[in-house]
């Protein structure tokens, strides 16, 4: 097997996550440099991939001032620094896989967009739950045409109240004019994959949603700014950041995004509580992003679909799809999905496993689409690259301006047409 040399520009929760899952393919893939400004991180990539001194760099700036030198760049910073580094890989010809969203403003996306099909290089956006068996199934179910057309879907994003707390109160994301509003960075993965299953464009999209409980106001009495103050609540507080962080030692996930340090130690979670958000009262945090939206879609063809997105529940994806021969309850975290068939009035569960026997990568990284998106990203570069789930830049920046014309809805309250939401887009840049 040819092997394809990659570069990482950001080494965090998803950069380490991608180049330890190359690191697997030894095969196809070989880790030949690292942009990252954090040591812990950086010094993390260079040990696995046994790289010398003058391939790590604390940015990415020099690593792509540099001739061509590698197949590809795995571009895995933050929201607001995807733009700049995938704009200049695209220029020197690199193939890229970047992580969604593409980019925090429609503009930014259609540009890399445009500029990637001007040069003529592969973009693969990260859209993982395409690659994963759930939804490869789901996929398979509707295009066989096993519940007829399609005309309404329920769709849940359930991020579950701990990561809300996490993620989007505490950390990275908590703020949009930091990263990027709620609806485009956690649901842009389902907007897309809305899109994938039904096939159509949408039409009309509205929304509504607010930050209702992660504020101010329901601090409970005597809560001090930290919940390594002595928080009088502490015990039945679902988000005391002493039990999340220090006490569930097996929480991998908070304890290396809390520290930015690959492997913390105790000390290193309590510094961490201590001194940044991570250990701020959950409501008292600078976040301004929503913990729940709704949004309603209407396709050509008349199709309906309802979209929400919650913070209060246990972290998981749901949906309905109903059809003209019968229905479909697909529950992510289940081993099967139901299908009902109106001829019989009776209900089939099909096995997901069963579906995908003897492929072992179905229970890697987010539900087997990391290790998939591998191995699609692999295909693609040698050129033999057949999969459906395959999203491109064209592709990701068109199923983002749903997440754009819902946020604009939500704030607005119109509802918003998409021809002409996207023309405006277009006119303006
Ligand atoms: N596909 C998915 O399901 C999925 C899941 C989570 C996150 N994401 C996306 O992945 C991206 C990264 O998320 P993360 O959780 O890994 O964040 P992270 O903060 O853990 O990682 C980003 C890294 O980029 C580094 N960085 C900052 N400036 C840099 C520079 N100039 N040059 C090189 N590196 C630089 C940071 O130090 C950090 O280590 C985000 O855009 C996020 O939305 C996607």
Known sequence: MEKKKLILIGAGMRGKSY??????????????????????????IKKKHNLPDEMCFTTWEPLMAMEKFADAVIIATMDRDHFAPTMAAIDKGYEIMLEKPVAPTPEECLKIADAANKKGVNVLVCHVLRYTPFFRLLKKIIDDGVIGTVYSIQHAEHVGNTHQSHSFVRGNWRNSEESSCMILQKCCHDLDIL??????????????????????????????????????????????????????????????????????????????????????????????????????????????????????????????????????????????????????????????????????????????????????????????????????????????????AAEESRISGRVIDMEEFVENIKKGI
């Open 19 to 44: 180049t330890d899952t190359a690191f697997k393919y030894g095969d196809r893939f070989e880790v030949v440099a690292v942009a990252e400004p954090i040591d812990d991180r950086r010094n993390y």
């Open 195 to 404: 899109q994938w299953l039904l096939d159509k464009p949408c039409k009309r999209i509205q929304s509504f949603g607010s930050l209702s409980y992660f504020i101010p106001e329901n601090a409970p009495e005597g809560a001090p700014e930290r919940c390594t103050d002595g928080c009088p609540h502490s015990d039945e507080c679902y988000y005391n950041a002493i039990k999340l962080y220090y006490d569930d030692k097996k929480n991998g996930w908070f304890r290396t995004t809390s520290t930015k340090k690959v492997a913390p130690t105790d000390d290193d979670v309590m510094e961490a509580l201590r001194t940044t958000d991570y250990g701020k009262c959950v409501f008292k945090c600078p976040n301004n992003v929503v913990d729940h939206q709704v949004v309603n879609m209407e396709f050509e063809g008349g199709a309906t679909v309802s979209m929400t997105m919650e913070a209060f529940t246990k972290n998981s994806r749901c949906s309905r799809f109903m059809g003209t021969k019968g229905e479909i309850i697909a529950n992510m975290g289940d081993d099967h999905i139901t299908v009902l068939d109106f001829a019989t009035n009776a209900y089939r569960e099909i096995n997901i496993a069963d579906a995908f026997a003897g492929d072992q990568t179905i229970n890697g990284g987010h539900g087997g689409g990391d290790p998939k998106i591998l191995e699609a990203f692999y295909d693609l570069l040698c050129g033999n690259e057949t999969s459906n789930s395959v999203c491109n830049v064209s592709v990701a920046c068109n199923n983002h301006m749903l997440a754009f």
